[in-house]
């Protein structure tokens, strides 16, 4: 079992940075991936980014290349999500997960465990 808890959140003006913590429990950080996802109002949940938490590869998704590093710490079990240059469009409430695998996959169903989730606004 692994225990996920989210922090970081919040409002923030657009062009504005936000990072995202993720500090997981329960099972040996270092044998999992994790990743984030984001859901908006009215759409299904998507990919961020993922890592592995062994040899941090990492990957990106398109949307937010440049803009948003994942990273992690093994010593303090936790992974972040660093946001920069915030658009309205990143508005969403920001979810953690992961799973006992050894690189970070891009589908919802690809992972088991689920943090609470994390609101991120953007205003214009």
């Known amino acids: 079992q692994v225990q996920l808890v989210e922090s970081g959140g919040g409002l923030v003006q657009a062009g504005g940075a936000l990072r995202l913590s993720c500090a997981a429990s329960?099972?040996?950080?270092?044998?999992?991936?994790m990743g984030w996802f984001r859901q908006a109002p009215g759409k299904e949940r998507e990919f961020v980014a993922g890592i592995s938490m062994s040899s941090g590869i990492s990957s990106h998704a398109d949307y937010v290349k440049g803009r948003f590093t994942i990273s992690r710490d093994n010593a303090k079990n936790t992974m972040y999500l660093q946001m920069n240059s915030l658009k309205p469009e990143d508005t969403a409430v920001y979810y953690c997960?992961?799973?006992?695998?050894?690189?970070?996959?891009?589908?919802?169903?690809?992972?088991?465990?689920w943090g609470q989730g994390t609101q991120v606004t953007v205003s214009s």
């Open positions: 329960g099972r040996t950080f270092i044998s999992l991936a």
């Open positions: 997960a992961a799973d006992l695998v050894a690189f970070p996959r891009r589908g919802v169903g690809d992972y088991k465990y």
